[in-house]
C-alpha cells in the first residue's frame, strides 16, 4: 500500500475528508446556537481537528522506507504496522473529538 502513490493519496483525501465533516457539524453547532461560549469551544475543536489532519497527513508521507538488506517481508511489515497505527490514532482522535462535540452540544 505505501508504495503506491494512488493508495497514498486515497489515505490522504480520507482524512482530509473526515477533517471536513467534523468541521461541518462544528459551524454547524456554531450557528444554529450562536453563543459565544458554544462558538469558543466549537472554534478549539476545529483547531484541534486540523491539527489532527496534518500530523496524519504528515505522517502518510513518512511511511518506512526500505533499509538495506532489509527482507521484503521485513518491510511490508513495518510498512502495515505503520499505516495501521496511523489508522487507529485517526480513529481515536477523530472519536474523541466527535464525542467532545456532542458534550458541547449538550450544554
Sequence with gaps: MAGNNG????????????????????IMLAWMRRDKNVVDEVNV????????GEDLRGRVNQAPRIAKGESRKEHSAA?????KALGDDMLKG????????????KK
Excluded at 510498512?79 to 499505516?83: D, E, I, L, N, T
Design 79 to 83: 510498512v502495515k504496522a505503520h499505516f
Design 94 to 105: 477523530f472519536d474523541g473529538l466527535f464525542d467532545r462535540l456532542s458534550e458541547v452540544a
Design 7 to 26: 493508495s497514498l493519496r486515497v489515505i490522504k483525501k480520507d482524512i482530509d475528508f473526515i477533517v471536513d465533516d467534523f468541521v461541518e457539524n462544528c
Design 45 to 52: 475543536l476545529m483547531d484541534e481537528a486540523y491539527d489532527l
